[in-house]
């Protein structure tokens, strides 16, 4: 598998605080890749510093390369708004658009750069809430708020508004630590069937999740990327002490 | 038994300060109940059909109305919002959603001390600005110190609210590939509505019932104008010229202005209620 991403000596900051530390990292393409580790490690961060978002953080800057199919995201002359288009992001606590339907929040992204009419957002709209697998959940009322939706169907709108975007990558960001086991498992679910498409960076508290789905994982530990390697061979045969510690539960 | 005693104090110290505390709401609750009755008792007999409807009649000739001073009032209002409202809506975008560092407190600080302003500060400042320079009253220059004084009303009142949008719907729309401009247009503005209608509501209604910068800048006017260029009649001034006038019916007639004056400002403050009411519930539904 060819790298997606290759992530290299990157370093960021908030302020005079270091939160990330010389990272190098390469994603494989139509993977999952996990982000594991203690909270406070760096590893929103760390995704958010892929697509450009950590900079919207007032006082927070980065150093280093993001190399996207042989591209920087931070070369001169990058446009950081065009750069979010092929990375979508899904966030901790599902935020769908309250001003917005369900039809509405899945093309969100697109008719908020172009117009469509009322013809391609049902289409688009329906393919997309078909990949994020709400589709046979929502089909019968697309007109009703976003924010009316449970908090799982929430997050998969928002899932279903990243894709519409037509990303190469998606990034999430805990996208399933406020959700209840049954939305975990659908996400889980929808996640490795999304791989087949998009290359997935995954930030994950629960440990089961990142064994569950991903190929390969990575573990941060204060800002430093500690181990990284194939999901198997971290949970079952880490190098690192520190690794190991995580994962028996010692400490985090 | 001396915890005991203890307790029962503070409990009737507690009892008897909620109870003065409830004296002192109801006192100014009924101050306001006083004024409202006060003024329709005084000001029912004098409001008809000819009062929306006609003008005013000269001293000693019965009947008439001030319907010049209605429509004049809703004119030099409106012109001062159509002044205030975009000027003030940008900066409150600004403030909120770019503004860091020295300008933007600078501007922050200035528009809390345009807020305490006196009204009629708002009305020399336009009378020197508009009034010197056309050499006439007008109620363009009447506008110009009603928007001085709705501006930082606006500033302040949008700022809050844009700042009441939640950060991550801004991130929401940046991870979407959306430039923050139109993130600003189409996600903040739009989730602010609500509340900005409703701002804009609260100070249309404030800057509704001045009097004293229109003294000396829209001045008054006993026939029909729809020049702003031209004095205009507003009922703020109309009920101050009448009331001071010592003839009876022109008293009777300040209090009936009194009386509509009371009653568009109520209808505003509660169509703002109203409308932020069934927004809040459109959004939860």
């Known amino acids: 598998m060819a790298d997606k991403i290759a992530v290299e000596g990157l370093n960021a900051w908030f302020g005079k605080t270091q939160a990330l530390h010389e990272i190098n990292m390469a994603v494989p393409e139509n993977s999952i890749t996990a982000i594991i580790g203690p909270s406070g490690c760096g590893k929103s961060t760390f995704i958010r510093c892929i697509n450009r978002m950590h900079e919207e953080i007032r006082g927070a800057y980065s150093s280093g390369r993001v190399i996207l199919d042989g591209e920087d995201v931070y070369g001169s002359g990058v446009d950081p708004v065009l750069i979010r288009r092929r990375l979508g992001m899904v966030f901790q606590k599902p935020n769908p658009f309250p001003t917005m339907s369900i039809k509405e929040n899945a093309v969100a992204g697109i008719i908020l750069n172009k117009r469509l009419n009322r013809h391609e957002i049902e289409e688009t709209a329906e393919k997309y809430l078909r990949r994020a697998a709400l589709w046979d959940e929502v089909k019968d009322q697309l007109n009703k708020p976003g924010i009316s939706l449970s908090g799982g169907q929430q997050q998969r709108l928002c899932i279903a508004r990243a894709l519409a975007v037509e990303p190469e990558v998606l990034l999430a960001d805990e996208p399933a630590s406020a959700l209840d086991p049954i939305s975990t498992a659908k996400i889980e679910d929808l996640f490795t069937d999304l791989k087949e498409r998009y290359t997935i960076v995954v930030v994950t508290h629960n440990m089961q999740q990142a064994a569950r789905i991903s190929d390969r994982t990575a573990f941060f530990l204060s800002g430093r990327l500690i181990e990284y390697g194939t999901t198997d061979k971290i949970f079952t045969n880490p190098s690192d002490k520190r690794t190991e510690d995580y994962i028996t539960g010692r400490f985090g | ?285």
């Not at chain 2, 001045?210 to 008054?220: G, V, W, Y």
């Not at chain 2, 568009?264 to 509660?270: E, W």
């Open chain 2, 1 to 285: 038994m001396k915890t005991d005693f203890r307790y029962m104090r503070r409990k009737v110290f507690g009892t008897t300060m909620l109870g003065l505390s409830l004296l002192a709401a109801l006192a100014a609750v009924s101050m306001l109940f006083w004024i409202l009755g006060y003024t329709f008792i005084k000001g029912v007999s004098a409001v008809n059909f000819d009062f929306f409807t006609k003008l005013p009649t000269p001293v000693g000739v019965p009947g008439g109305g001030l319907a010049n001073s209605i429509v004049g009032s809703i004119i030099v209002v409106g012109m001062a919002a159509l002044m205030a409202i975009p000027v003030g809506m940008a900066t409150a975008i600004y403030l909120s959603e770019y503004g860091r560092g020295f300008f933007a407190s600078t501007v922050r600080f200035v528009s809390d001390v345009l807020a305490g302003v006196p009204a009629i500060v708002a009305g020399i400042v336009a009378y020197a600005l508009v009034v010197t320079r056309m050499h006439r009253f007008s109620a363009f220059s009447g506008s110009v110190s009603l928007a001085l004084l709705m501006l930082p009303i606006i500033i302040r009142s949008s700022e809050e609210i844009f700042r009441t949008v939640p950060d991550t719907l801004r991130e929401a729309s940046f991870a979407l590939g959306v430039p923050k401009w139109k993130t600003i247009l189409s996600i903040v503005l739009k989730t602010a509505s609500g509340g900005l209608v409703t701002g804009t509501i609260l100070a249309i209604a404030r800057v509704g019932g001045e009097a004293a910068p229109l003294l000396f800048t829209s001045f008054s006017n006993s026939f029909w104008n729809f020049n702003p260029g031209q004095p205009m009649a507003t009922l703020p001034v109309d009920l101050f010229n009448y009331s001071i006038s010592p003839y009876q019916d022109w008293q009777q007639k300040a209090w009936a202005a009194a009386l509509v004056l009371v009653g568009m400002v109520l209808i505003l403050n509660i169509s703002a209620r109203l409308y932020l009411a069934r927004k809040g519930f459109k959004r939860n539904g």
